[in-house]
T-cell receptor, first 117, second 113 residues
Framework: NAGVTQTPKFQVLKTGQSMTLQCAQDMNHEYMSWYRQDPGMGLRLIHYSVGAGITDQGEVPNGYNVSRSTTEDFPLRLLSAAPSQTSVYFC????????????????FGPGTRLTVL | LAKTTQPISMDSYEGQEVNITCSHN???????ITWYQQFPSQGPRFIIQGYKTKVTNEVASLFIPADRKSSTLSLPRVSLSDTAVYYCLVGDPLGGGADGLTFGKGTHLIIQP
């Protein structure tokens, strides 16, 4: 299993440009989440999904869109990038069931480092 | 959603035992306590999880008192490679919504030679 994969690893955008951060998992996890991490800060939840076709907002959703058309993929879209969106973005997935690995354990991707000029 | 409070930073030395305490006064009946470790430029990874009393694995121990309003992550005989940020999360893994998805700022543990 590849686990959680994210692309690209690095990205530089100009203010106003749009882009999509890709996230995929091959563990058949129901839950997928997007976080951003700024220097000296913990991880802040942007959006999450409890299954295909279902998404919801986290703590800092403004400026980001998500969709979940398949169990495996959960892309994060920046429609008009702003310098305030310069950050490291992490995608995570977890099961929504009892049993197996400790319940609710999240598995994280390697992150995407985004710079908006 | 249960809120957690943990020290911003801690220092220790190689070979020492390190204990990091997390407060979660409004923990709910179905909530589990989960600790993650994050190295620079990497995503967090699971360390240990518990519901009550004591849990031990090959990496750490987790102590949870009877009232479950706090928990203590214990790292035995730390090394320089244990320098990382440690996060305590509380939530119901079957609770739905954003339960168990909220990270705080974590504890930055620095191990010195």
């Amino acid at each position: 299993n590849a686990g959680v994969t994210q692309t690209p690893k690095f990205q530089v955008l100009k203010t106003g440009q749009s882009m999509t951060l890709q996230c995929a998992q091959d563990m058949n996890h129901e839950y997928m989440s997007w976080y951003r991490q700024d220097p000296g800060m913990g991880l802040r939840l942007i959006h999450y999904s409890v299954g295909a076709g279902i998404t919801d907002q986290g703590e800092v959703p403004n400026g980001y869109n998500v969709s979940r058309s398949t169990t495996e993929d959960f892309p994060l879209r920046l429609l008009s990038a702003a310098p305030s969106q310069t950050s490291v973005y992490f995608c995570a997935s977890r099961r929504h069931a009892v049993g197996g690995t400790p319940p609710g354990t999240q598995y994280f991707g390697p992150g995407t480092r985004l710079t908006v000029l | 959603l249960a809120k957690t409070t943990q020290p911003i930073s801690m220092d220790s030395y190689e070979g020492q035992e390190v204990n990091i305490t997390c407060s979660h006064n409004n923990i709910a009946t179905n909530d589990y306590i989960t600790w993650y470790q994050q190295f620079p430029s990497q995503g967090p990874r699971f360390i240990i999880q518990g519901y009550k009393t004591k849990v031990t694995n090959e990496v750490a121990s987790l102590f949870i008192p009877a009232d479950r309003k706090s928990s203590t992550l214990s790292l035995p005989r730390v090394s320089l490679s244990d320098t990382a940020v440690y996060y305590c999360l509380v939530g119901d893994p079957l609770g739905g919504g954003a339960d168990g998805l909220t990270f705080g700022k974590g504890t930055h543990l620095i191990i010195q030679p």
